[in-house]
Protein backbone atom coordinates (compact mmCIF):
# COMPACT_ATOMS: atom_id res chain seq x y z
CA UNK A 1 0.00 0.00 0.00
CA UNK A 2 1.51 3.69 -0.89
CA UNK A 3 1.58 6.21 1.51
CA UNK A 4 -2.32 7.56 2.03
CA UNK A 5 -2.75 11.43 0.44
CA UNK A 6 -4.98 13.98 2.30
CA UNK A 7 -6.71 16.96 1.20
CA UNK A 8 -6.29 19.82 3.46
CA UNK A 9 -9.30 21.75 5.17
CA UNK A 10 -9.48 24.87 3.45
CA UNK A 11 -11.77 28.06 4.27
CA UNK A 12 -14.44 28.45 1.30
CA UNK A 13 -13.10 25.49 -0.79
CA UNK A 14 -13.37 22.31 0.66
CA UNK A 15 -16.87 21.92 1.01
CA UNK A 16 -18.53 18.53 0.03
CA UNK A 17 -18.80 18.97 -4.13
CA UNK A 18 -15.09 19.74 -4.05
CA UNK A 19 -14.43 16.83 -1.37
CA UNK A 20 -16.31 14.51 -3.81
CA UNK A 21 -14.42 15.82 -6.90
CA UNK A 22 -10.91 15.06 -5.25
CA UNK A 23 -12.10 11.71 -4.16
CA UNK A 24 -13.30 10.73 -7.27
CA UNK A 25 -9.44 11.86 -9.08
CA UNK A 26 -7.73 9.72 -5.75
CA UNK A 27 -7.50 11.70 -2.10
CA UNK A 28 -7.73 8.69 0.01
CA UNK A 29 -9.33 10.99 3.06
CA UNK A 30 -10.48 14.26 2.66
CA UNK A 31 -11.50 16.92 5.74
CA UNK A 32 -13.67 19.69 6.12
CA UNK A 33 -13.60 22.90 6.69
CA UNK A 34 -13.34 24.63 9.74
CA UNK A 35 -16.09 23.83 12.18
CA UNK A 36 -16.11 26.50 14.98
CA UNK A 37 -16.67 25.00 18.32
CA UNK A 38 -19.04 27.76 19.88
CA UNK A 39 -20.37 28.01 16.44
CA UNK A 40 -21.60 24.37 17.35
CA UNK A 41 -22.23 25.29 21.12
CA UNK A 42 -24.59 28.34 20.31
CA UNK A 43 -26.05 26.07 18.22
CA UNK A 44 -25.87 28.12 14.38
CA UNK A 45 -27.19 26.19 11.52
CA UNK A 46 -24.48 27.66 8.88
CA UNK A 47 -22.04 26.47 11.03
CA UNK A 48 -23.82 23.19 11.78
CA UNK A 49 -24.11 23.04 7.36
CA UNK A 50 -20.31 22.49 7.42
CA UNK A 51 -20.41 19.28 8.77
CA UNK A 52 -22.62 17.69 5.80
CA UNK A 53 -20.62 15.07 4.38
CA UNK A 54 -22.14 12.55 1.60
CA UNK A 55 -21.47 9.10 1.13
CA UNK A 56 -19.13 9.65 -2.42
CA UNK A 57 -16.86 11.35 -0.04
CA UNK A 58 -16.25 8.88 2.84
CA UNK A 59 -14.10 8.93 4.90
CA UNK A 60 -14.25 12.42 5.50
CA UNK A 61 -12.95 14.11 8.80
CA UNK A 62 -14.65 17.23 10.21
CA UNK A 63 -11.85 19.75 11.35
CA UNK A 64 -12.61 21.55 14.53
CA UNK A 65 -11.61 24.93 16.24
CA UNK A 66 -11.59 26.78 19.40
CA UNK A 67 -10.00 27.15 22.58
CA UNK A 68 -12.12 26.00 25.63
CA UNK A 69 -11.46 22.59 26.35
CA UNK A 70 -15.06 21.83 27.52
CA UNK A 71 -16.64 23.45 25.08
CA UNK A 72 -14.88 21.26 22.55
CA UNK A 73 -16.17 18.21 24.51
CA UNK A 74 -19.28 19.49 24.75
CA UNK A 75 -19.48 19.42 20.96
CA UNK A 76 -17.34 16.65 20.10
CA UNK A 77 -20.08 14.06 19.95
CA UNK A 78 -22.44 15.98 17.30
CA UNK A 79 -19.07 15.68 14.76
CA UNK A 80 -19.51 12.15 15.45
CA UNK A 81 -22.90 11.91 14.63
CA UNK A 82 -22.60 13.73 11.85
CA UNK A 83 -20.46 10.53 10.45
CA UNK A 84 -17.44 12.13 10.54
CA UNK A 85 -14.06 9.58 10.16
CA UNK A 86 -12.38 10.96 12.92
CA UNK A 87 -11.78 14.53 14.45
CA UNK A 88 -9.11 17.15 13.30
CA UNK A 89 -8.83 19.73 15.47
CA UNK A 90 -7.08 23.27 13.92
CA UNK A 91 -4.01 24.36 16.13
CA UNK A 92 -2.53 25.71 12.62
CA UNK A 93 -4.81 28.17 10.90
CA UNK A 94 -2.55 31.56 10.79
CA UNK A 95 -5.33 34.16 10.30
CA UNK A 96 -5.91 37.01 12.25
CA UNK A 97 -9.27 36.42 13.11
CA UNK A 98 -8.60 32.97 14.26
CA UNK A 99 -5.72 33.38 16.19
CA UNK A 100 -7.16 36.99 17.55
CA UNK A 101 -9.39 34.66 19.87
CA UNK A 102 -6.41 32.48 20.93
CA UNK A 103 -7.54 29.72 18.72
CA UNK A 104 -5.44 28.18 15.70
CA UNK A 105 -1.91 28.24 15.64
CA UNK A 106 -2.10 30.79 18.60
CA UNK A 107 -2.45 27.57 20.40
CA UNK A 108 1.40 26.40 19.73
CA UNK A 109 1.79 29.53 22.05
CA UNK A 110 0.19 27.42 25.05
CA UNK A 111 1.43 23.62 24.88
CA UNK A 112 -0.62 22.94 28.52
CA UNK A 113 -4.30 24.42 27.07
CA UNK A 114 -2.92 22.18 23.45
CA UNK A 115 -2.84 18.81 24.93
CA UNK A 116 -5.85 19.56 27.31
CA UNK A 117 -8.25 20.18 24.62
CA UNK A 118 -6.78 17.25 22.48
CA UNK A 119 -7.37 15.17 26.08
CA UNK A 120 -11.03 16.59 26.11
CA UNK A 121 -11.73 15.52 22.81
CA UNK A 122 -10.88 12.36 22.94
CA UNK A 123 -12.63 11.13 26.40
CA UNK A 124 -15.84 12.74 24.77
CA UNK A 125 -16.11 10.43 21.02
CA UNK A 126 -15.23 6.98 19.81
CA UNK A 127 -13.52 8.09 16.56
CA UNK A 128 -9.93 9.07 16.24
CA UNK A 129 -8.86 12.70 17.21
CA UNK A 130 -5.62 14.00 15.20
CA UNK A 131 -4.32 17.39 15.24
CA UNK A 132 -3.06 19.85 12.59
CA UNK A 133 -0.22 22.20 13.55
CA UNK A 134 2.66 24.33 12.24
CA UNK A 135 6.48 24.38 12.34
CA UNK A 136 5.49 26.59 15.31
CA UNK A 137 3.96 30.52 15.72
CA UNK A 138 7.46 31.99 14.78
CA UNK A 139 9.93 29.32 15.25
CA UNK A 140 10.49 25.62 15.40
CA UNK A 141 9.01 24.52 18.48
CA UNK A 142 6.92 21.68 16.48
CA UNK A 143 8.32 18.48 17.95
CA UNK A 144 8.33 19.12 21.18
CA UNK A 145 4.85 20.19 21.07
CA UNK A 146 4.02 17.08 19.05
CA UNK A 147 4.81 15.50 22.22
CA UNK A 148 2.83 16.96 24.21
CA UNK A 149 -0.29 16.01 21.70
CA UNK A 150 0.59 12.64 21.50
CA UNK A 151 1.41 12.18 25.52
CA UNK A 152 -2.65 13.61 25.89
CA UNK A 153 -4.04 11.13 23.15
CA UNK A 154 -4.11 12.54 19.86
CA UNK A 155 -4.14 9.49 17.20
CA UNK A 156 -2.04 11.38 14.26
CA UNK A 157 -0.49 15.10 13.76
CA UNK A 158 -0.49 17.16 10.28
CA UNK A 159 2.50 19.49 10.05
CA UNK A 160 2.19 22.28 7.59
CA UNK A 161 5.89 22.89 7.75
CA UNK A 162 5.62 26.92 7.81
CA UNK A 163 5.41 29.31 10.84
CA UNK A 164 2.44 31.30 11.64
CA UNK A 165 4.04 34.48 11.25
CA UNK A 166 5.39 33.02 7.22
CA UNK A 167 1.31 32.52 6.62
CA UNK A 168 1.68 30.54 3.06
CA UNK A 169 5.00 32.50 1.82
CA UNK A 170 8.73 31.09 2.27
CA UNK A 171 9.07 27.69 1.59
CA UNK A 172 7.99 24.98 3.82
CA UNK A 173 10.91 23.89 5.91
CA UNK A 174 10.97 19.79 5.18
CA UNK A 175 12.99 19.35 8.32
CA UNK A 176 10.53 20.47 10.66
CA UNK A 177 8.45 17.34 9.35
CA UNK A 178 11.32 15.60 9.90
CA UNK A 179 11.66 16.01 13.39
CA UNK A 180 7.77 15.91 14.03
CA UNK A 181 7.95 12.18 12.68
CA UNK A 182 11.39 11.31 14.61
CA UNK A 183 9.80 12.91 18.09
CA UNK A 184 6.61 10.73 18.17
CA UNK A 185 5.31 7.19 17.25
CA UNK A 186 1.79 8.16 16.28
CA UNK A 187 1.17 8.62 12.52
CA UNK A 188 2.73 11.76 10.81
CA UNK A 189 1.24 13.70 7.99
CA UNK A 190 3.44 16.21 5.77
CA UNK A 191 1.59 19.42 4.20
CA UNK A 192 3.25 22.40 2.50
CA UNK A 193 4.63 22.91 -0.93
CA UNK A 194 2.93 19.62 -2.54
CA UNK A 195 2.00 21.63 -6.09
CA UNK A 196 3.00 18.13 -8.04
CA UNK A 197 3.79 14.31 -7.46
CA UNK A 198 7.63 14.75 -7.45
CA UNK A 199 6.83 17.53 -4.45
CA UNK A 200 4.97 14.14 -2.65
CA UNK A 201 7.65 11.54 -3.29
CA UNK A 202 10.55 14.31 -1.99
CA UNK A 203 8.48 14.80 0.90
CA UNK A 204 8.01 11.23 1.68
CA UNK A 205 11.68 10.47 0.91
CA UNK A 206 13.12 13.24 2.62
CA UNK A 207 11.30 13.36 5.68
CA UNK A 208 9.68 9.79 6.44
CA UNK A 209 6.28 11.03 7.26
CA UNK A 210 3.37 8.26 6.98
CA UNK A 211 1.68 10.31 4.29
CA UNK A 212 0.97 13.31 2.73
CA UNK A 213 -1.79 16.39 2.86
CA UNK A 214 -2.34 18.24 -0.84
CA UNK A 215 -3.87 22.44 -0.32
CA UNK A 216 -3.11 25.09 -2.38
CA UNK A 217 -1.80 22.45 -4.93
CA UNK A 218 -5.91 21.06 -5.25
CA UNK A 219 -6.95 24.20 -6.43
CA UNK A 220 -8.63 23.56 -9.87
CA UNK A 221 -6.32 20.85 -9.82
CA UNK A 222 -8.12 17.32 -8.31
CA UNK A 223 -5.92 15.79 -10.84
CA UNK A 224 -2.73 15.62 -8.60
CA UNK A 225 -4.31 13.03 -6.31
CA UNK A 226 -4.32 10.57 -9.65
CA UNK A 227 -0.85 11.96 -10.20
CA UNK A 228 0.58 11.58 -7.12
CA UNK A 229 -1.12 7.63 -6.81
CA UNK A 230 0.28 6.55 -10.42
CA UNK A 231 4.41 8.24 -9.77
CA UNK A 232 3.94 6.10 -5.87
CA UNK A 233 2.53 2.98 -7.21
CA UNK A 234 4.14 2.87 -10.34
CA UNK A 235 7.15 5.12 -10.59
CA UNK A 236 6.25 7.44 -12.92
CA UNK A 237 3.86 9.87 -14.26
CA UNK A 238 1.34 9.20 -17.82
CA UNK A 239 -2.00 10.98 -16.84
CA UNK A 240 -2.13 14.74 -18.02
CA UNK A 241 -5.16 16.01 -18.50
CA UNK A 242 -6.32 17.79 -21.72
CA UNK A 243 -7.85 21.02 -21.63
CA UNK A 244 -10.98 19.15 -22.89
CA UNK A 245 -10.94 17.74 -19.75
CA UNK A 246 -10.43 20.41 -17.18
CA UNK A 247 -13.59 21.89 -18.36
CA UNK A 248 -15.44 19.29 -18.35
CA UNK A 249 -14.35 18.89 -14.52
CA UNK A 250 -14.78 22.50 -13.88
CA UNK A 251 -18.31 22.05 -15.30
CA UNK A 252 -19.42 19.02 -13.42
CA UNK A 253 -17.91 20.64 -10.47
CA UNK A 254 -20.39 24.11 -10.81
CA UNK A 255 -23.49 21.45 -11.52
CA UNK A 256 -22.54 19.78 -8.01
CA UNK A 257 -22.11 23.09 -6.51
CA UNK A 258 -25.85 24.32 -7.53
CA UNK A 259 -27.25 21.11 -6.28
CA UNK A 260 -25.58 21.50 -2.93
CA UNK A 261 -26.30 25.30 -2.37
CA UNK A 262 -28.74 26.24 -4.73
CA UNK A 263 -28.29 27.79 -8.20
CA UNK A 264 -27.42 31.55 -6.80
CA UNK A 265 -24.76 30.29 -4.31
CA UNK A 266 -23.42 27.76 -6.88
CA UNK A 267 -22.91 30.30 -9.94
CA UNK A 268 -20.89 32.65 -7.20
CA UNK A 269 -19.05 29.85 -5.55
CA UNK A 270 -18.20 28.54 -8.64
CA UNK A 271 -16.30 31.34 -10.16
CA UNK A 272 -13.18 30.86 -7.96
CA UNK A 273 -13.04 27.02 -8.77
CA UNK A 274 -13.43 27.78 -12.55
CA UNK A 275 -10.88 30.03 -12.64
CA UNK A 276 -8.26 27.88 -11.03
CA UNK A 277 -9.45 25.51 -13.61
CA UNK A 278 -8.67 27.29 -16.61
CA UNK A 279 -5.40 28.50 -14.99
CA UNK A 280 -2.51 28.54 -17.87
CA UNK A 281 -5.52 27.42 -20.91
CA UNK A 282 -5.30 29.54 -24.21
CA UNK A 283 -8.06 32.35 -23.75
CA UNK A 284 -8.05 32.09 -20.11
CA UNK A 285 -8.80 35.90 -19.40
CA UNK A 286 -11.40 36.02 -21.58
CA UNK A 287 -13.10 32.67 -20.27
CA UNK A 288 -13.03 33.73 -16.51
CA UNK A 289 -14.03 37.73 -17.80
CA UNK A 290 -17.71 35.62 -19.34
CA UNK A 291 -18.11 33.18 -15.87
CA UNK A 292 -17.54 36.18 -13.66
CA UNK A 293 -20.32 37.94 -14.94
CA UNK A 294 -22.51 34.63 -15.73
CA UNK A 295 -25.87 34.52 -13.28
CA UNK A 296 -27.23 30.93 -14.07
CA UNK A 297 -26.10 27.81 -14.12
CA UNK A 298 -27.09 27.49 -18.20
CA UNK A 299 -25.29 30.68 -18.25
CA UNK A 300 -22.44 28.74 -17.34
CA UNK A 301 -22.87 25.28 -19.03
CA UNK A 302 -23.04 27.47 -21.96
CA UNK A 303 -19.94 29.26 -21.52
CA UNK A 304 -18.13 25.97 -20.63
CA UNK A 305 -19.43 24.03 -23.10
CA UNK A 306 -18.19 26.36 -25.84
CA UNK A 307 -15.00 27.12 -24.88
CA UNK A 308 -13.88 23.59 -26.20
CA UNK A 309 -15.90 20.40 -27.77
CA UNK A 310 -15.81 18.13 -25.01
Known amino acids: MTAPVHLAPMAGVTDSPFRQICKSFGADFVITEMVSAKGLYYKSKKTASLMSIAKEEMPTAIQLFGSEPAIM ?8 NAGAAAIDINMGC ?6 GNGDGSALMKNPALAGEIVKSVKNAVDIPVTVKIRKGWDSDTCAEFAKVLEANGADGITVHART ?9 DLNAIKEVKNAVKISIIG ?5 SAEDTKNMLDFTGCDGVMVGRGALGNPFIFRQIKELLEKGSVSYFPSDAERLKTALLHTKMLCKSHGEHIGVLESRKHIAWYVKGMRNANILKNRVFTAKSLDEIVEILESATLF
Open 94 to 99: PMPKIV
Open 164 to 172: KEQLYSGKA
Open 73 to 80: AEVAPLLQ
Open 191 to 195: NGDIF
